[in-house]
């Protein structure tokens, strides 16, 4: 059974940077397409951002285009989404999960991902 943790959260200002890891245990996720989603209180889960097995095909929410990049090292089981240029609208918390299927149509469900792990927090001040 895969393990995830992430790291690399904080608490920064507008227009900074961060960079979450994701590093798994157990099965290797070479196997499977990642995706990363985040959820602020009150609100609904958001897909943030998924990667295909082999790291080439990416894709992203509307909300984070443009200042967020999604990457994978599949010899070193990790996966890492580098946050530019931070806005306040970003604070929420981060959450790494395992997409076994990888199907193009429905990649921004969280149906459809498993082996969740327990989150980073990001909190992005005025």
């Known amino acids: 059974q895969v393990q995830l943790v992430e790291s690399g959260g904080g608490l920064v200002q507008a227009g900074a940077s961060l960079r979450l890891s994701c590093v798994a245990s157990?099965?290797?996720?070479?196997?499977?397409?990642m995706g990363w989603f985040r959820q602020a209180p009150g609100k609904e889960r958001e897909f943030v951002a998924t990667?295909?097995?082999?790291?080439?095909?990416?894709a992203y929410g509307d909300s984070v285009k443009g200042r967020f990049t999604v990457s994978r090292d599949n010899a070193k089981n990790t996966v890492s989404l580098q946050m530019d240029r931070l806005k306040p609208g970003d604070t929420a918390g981060y959450c790494c999960?395992?997409?076994?299927?990888?199907?193009?149509?429905?990649?921004?469900?969280?149906?459809?991902?498993?082996?969740w792990g327990q989150g980073a927090q990001v909190t992005v001040s005025s």
């Open positions: 157990g099965p290797t996720l070479s196997d499977s397409a």
């Open positions: 999960a395992v997409n076994p299927l990888g199907r193009t149509g429905v990649y921004r469900r969280p149906s459809e991902y498993l082996n």
């Open positions: 990667i295909w097995r082999a790291g080439v095909n990416v």
